[in-house]
């Protein structure tokens, strides 16, 4: 028995009557949902396990009754944080399907790149998805399922009868994360049951022991670290309280009104919490913050130090090795503020358990420590590849190991020093914004020459992006077409804050374009402002 659902429901019967989710929105979906309560069975505002486990099990029989769906297809969700998320992801692993979860903030051209790639059969999607991707589906000849949260057929499916969970093998595929690349073609992480297993029982290990009545809270998008995490809070048990977005305000009211309670958070949104605490606020409540996505500056860690007390966890990880590469537990991040303690706070950690962690030169040779060179990683949360990809798959997993495109050092202690989260990445608000995907936009406008995209360092943001602009000669634009064509096909988040339109790139005797030169030239440009 491999099947993640299948140990969430064995867990389940030993305590029926526990919580499993408790709908905290602040009702931007009420209206479609409300006259479908006794469709789905249950108000939505809390679902005992003994419902939820019941729940998923009809709705994995409902989707497996759709035409032509078999076991290992793979099933695209695409939506904002609400309950039915939780219900598909299990429904899924119950029905022996793959989840292929999707930032709802995507433009609707990669949504379509995901779901072509991935071949899916099913796609769930919000209200607000539904007229544009169906359109497109139809367009792109794409022969999917398309299921609409809070309609009338997605409820239907709730009406089959509860199934067993399929038997599955343990490398079997259960999640494919899509992350961008260098390369800048999204690329699907293929993540198997196995691997999300072990990443839940190095969480238990690592961080805390999850039992029932102990609180995750779910303000960060499911379809990324927070939804994964879920898993180890479902079968230990504990209570999923859904937010339908991250309002700081929100959080904090929230906190006083359970006990035992864990979330996960970029540090973007830890400091905007930060920023809405009261002088001498007590979140007696709290148990974890886990922060990850973008390391945290030194200065920022001790306010949220100052506001919450030592209940901070930071992970390094990838969608490549979920959530599991090294951690910075919550006793390291106590200390006296001292020379070692702010050196410790300004690390990754040292490796998680039965994790393994090297950092070495491009021939795959250890360095000593202090010297810089890649981060590489075996341990079993290693996906298995990349979807459809086996080129990308051979450059990242070499003889075990994934190499991570990382930069940084081991200090003699063990713990990692992450200096660059890759060459060219940049993260903003915990998201990861590779350039590469936005120079191929911006190339395509009729005016622009050459382009290079960088990241600078934003107080609120961690960086934001900034676009260098060759036209080519004769050529003129308006910043506003930019925006534009950046608008039309990429995420929002993802555009340049920034654009400054120079004569030249600078360059290196092999053409490549010189990015340490742009970044020195913006630090320039900010210290002479």
């Known amino acids: 028995m491999s ?13 029926p009557g526990a919580i499993a989710v408790i709908d905290h929105s602040l009702g931007r979906y009420q209206k479609s949902r409300s006259t479908l309560l006794d469709q789905y069975g249950y108000s939505l505002k809390a679902v005992s396990y003994q419902t939820f486990t019941n729940r998923f099990s009809r709705l994995a029989a409902g989707i497996r009754a759709l035409d032509g769906i078999c076991p290992k297809d793979r099933i695209v969700i695409c939506m904002e944080n609400r309950p039915e998320y939780l219900d598909m992801l299990l429904a899924c692993w119950c029905a022996g399907l793959c989840v292929v979860p999707v930032n709802a903030k995507l433009h609707v051209k990669e949504i379509l790149h995901i779901v072509s790639d991935s071949a899916a059969r099913v796609v769930l999607l919000d209200e607000a998805y539904a007229k544009d991707l169906g359109q497109l589906f139809i367009e792109a000849h794409l022969h999917v399922h398309v299921l609409i949260a809070g309609s009338q057929d997605y409820a239907n499916l709730y009406d089959a009868q509860p199934m067993a969970c399929v038997d599955v093998q343990a490398d079997d595929l259960a999640w494919i994360f899509y992350t961008s690349g260098t390369t800048g073609r999204p690329k ?3 993540l198997t049951h196995h691997n999300l297993l072990m990443m839940s029982l190095i969480y238990c290990t690592d961080i805390e022991q999850v039992r029932p009545g102990d609180v995750q809270f779910h303000a960060a ?18 209570t999923q309280v859904i937010f339908d977005g991250f309002d700081p305000q929100q959080m904090l009211d929230a ?27 007590q979140f007696s409540g709290l148990r974890t913050i886990i922060y990850g996505g973008a390391p945290m500056y030194v200065n920022d860690l001790l306010r949220a130090l100052d506001c919450f007390g030592p209940k901070l966890y930071q992970l390094y990880g990838q969608g490549e090795s979920p959530m599991t590469i090294t951690g910075l537990s919550k006793i390291d991040h106590q200390g006296d503020c001292g020379p070692t303690h702010l050196a410790r706070l300004a690390t990754c950690g040292p490796a998680r358990t039965a994790v393994q962690v090297r950092v070495v030169d491009e021939d795959g040779l250890d360095l000593p420590m202090g010297q810089i060179g890649e981060i590489i990683t075996r341990n079993q949360t290693v996906m298995q590849g990349y979807w459809n990809n086996s080129e990308a798959t051979t450059q990242a997993i070499r003889d075990g190991w994934l190499w ?3 930069v940084g050092y081991l200090e003699e202690s063990g713990y990692l020093c992450l200096r660059d989260r890759s060459k060219d990445l940049i993260i903003s608000g915990g998201s990861n914004i590779y350039p590469r995907e936005i120079e191929e936009v911006l190339l ?13 360092l934003h107080p609120e943001w961690g960086e934001e992006v900034v676009a260098f602009i060759v036209l080519k000669p004769g050529f003129d634009l308006h910043i506003d077409e930019l925006d534009q064509i950046c608008l039309d096909n990429i995420a929002r988040f993802k555009r340049p804050k920034v654009y400054r339109l120079i004569d030249s790139l600078p360059k290196n005797n092999y053409g490549k374009v010189l990015k340490t030169v742009l970044r020195k030239t913006l630090l320039q440009d900010k210290n002479h402002a």
Do not use: K, W
């Open 188 to 190: 699907g992480a293929m």
């Open 3 to 15: 099947n993640i659902a299948s140990y969430i429901l064995q867990n389940a019967q030993a305590h």
């Open 221 to 238: 998008p499911l379809s990324h670290g927070a939804g994964l995490y879920s898993i180890p809070h479902l079968l230990g048990g504990g």
């Open 444 to 456: 395509g406008h009729a005016s622009v020459l050459e382009c290079s995209v960088i990241g600078q």
């Open 255 to 281: 906190l006083d009104c359970f006990q035992n309670i864990t979330f996960f958070a970029a540090p973007t949104m830890v400091m905007r919490l930060v920023n809405f605490v009261q002088p001498g606020q």
């Open 404 to 406: 991570t495109g990382d």
